[in-house]
């Protein structure tokens, strides 16, 4: 293939990554009062976050793990925060009751996204209370 239609081809790559990062924008900011909404609503049933974090086998917890198990039993909400100018930006938030295993009362992460994975900007630091450090 010659370098022009190369070069053509990933022109059009880069146009569709585009409009898919537009679409993907306006998805977000169209689906933000349903998700709100709906953290509103799962803040009414009892452990919906435990029960649902807990029974995940993306999160791969241990049942052994009992500071884990009260600090998922704490916790009030999760939710993840998106940014209009950087569609690959993420920001995940876990906030809690006051607990016995750490002190803070929100937990975040911020990391941007790429096609094979994340890279971490921040997270938080765990100020857990004496006896319960990890």
């Known amino acids: 293939m010659s370098e022009q239609l190369n070069d053509e081809l990933a022109s059009l790559l880069a146009k ?10 306006y998805q977000r900011k169209m689906m933000e009062p349903l998700w709100k909404e709906r953290r509103e609503l799962a803040k009414k049933i009892p452990n919906f976050w435990s029960d649902a974090i807990s029974h995940s086998p993306m999160f791969n917890l241990s049942a052994n793990d009992e500071n884990d198990i009260e600090a998922l039993e704490n916790l009030e909400d999760f939710h993840v925060e998106y940014d209009e100018a950087r569609p690959e930006y993420r920001k995940v938030v876990a906030t809690f009751k006051k607990n016995s295993v750490f002190k803070n009362e929100s937990l975040t992460k911020e990391f941007a996204m790429d096609e094979d994975n994340g890279t971490v900007i921040s997270k938080s630091s765990i100020e857990y209370h004496s006896g319960k450090v990890k």
């Open 16 to 25: 569709e990554s585009d409009i898919q990062n537009q679409v993907q924008v």
